[in-house]
């Protein structure tokens, strides 16, 4: 008597599950269906909502070193890190709010704030190409600068809270 197999697990899939339970990417994708004020995107899945904030190298290739960012970049680039905000928020009860400044062009900075503490500060450029190669580098990055957030809220908690 033979045993049933099992199917065979994709890799990319099985990666994307786990990435989608991630905590920052919970909190990205309710931040995402909140401003769907339509319901066009209710029938969608997460990853779909998500996919498009995957760039992969080819595409990344594909789009020109210079140029400017529209709309929609924009949007998802401002959600990001709104959502980096709210996870920070999340954990240490504290307001972290996103402060962009890009220009027309693409170049900027961005700074999240608790208080008077800044506890994220970046120069940015080339916003048009703004993306992450897949769901899993998506979470590890909001993961990475929530983490490094509430670390710099934990050794200067005095000023994070003034």
Same mark, same amino acid.
């Given at each position: 008597m033979t045993t049933p197999s099992k199917p065979p697990v994709i890799p990319a899939i099985d990666a994307d599950e786990k990435a989608l339970a991630a905590p920052f990417l919970k909190c990205l994708i309710r931040l995402i269906r909140a401003q769907d004020t339509?319901?066009?995107?209710?029938? $969608?899945? +997460?990853?779909? *909502? *998500?996919?498009? /904030?995957i760039v992969t190298k080819e595409q990344r290739r594909e789009i020109p070193i210079i140029g400017d960012p529209d709309a929609d970049v924009m949007w998802r680039f401002n959600i990001f890190y709104t959502a980096v905000g709210l996870s920070i928020e999340a954990r240490t009860h504290l307001v972290a709010s996103p402060i962009t400044m890009i220009s027309?062009? @693409? /170049?900027?900075?961005? *700074? *999240?704030?608790?208080?008077?503490?800044?506890? /994220?500060? $970046?120069?940015?450029?080339?916003?048009?190409?703004?993306?992450? #190669?897949?769901?899993?580098?998506?979470? =590890? #990055? @909001?993961? $990475?600068?929530?983490? +490094?957030? &509430?670390?710099? &809220? =934990?050794?200067?908690?005095?000023v994070a809270r003034a």
């Open positions: 339509y319901g066009m995107w209710e029938n $969608k899945s +997460d990853a779909d *909502l *998500l996919g498009d /904030f027309h062009e @693409g /170049f900027g900075r961005v *700074l *999240l704030t608790t208080g008077r503490l800044v506890v /994220f500060s $970046k120069t940015v450029r080339d916003v048009h190409r703004f993306g992450f #190669a897949t769901l899993s580098k998506l979470a =590890e #990055a @909001g993961t $990475k600068l929530v983490d +490094d957030a &509430i670390a710099a &809220i =934990e050794a200067y908690p005095e």
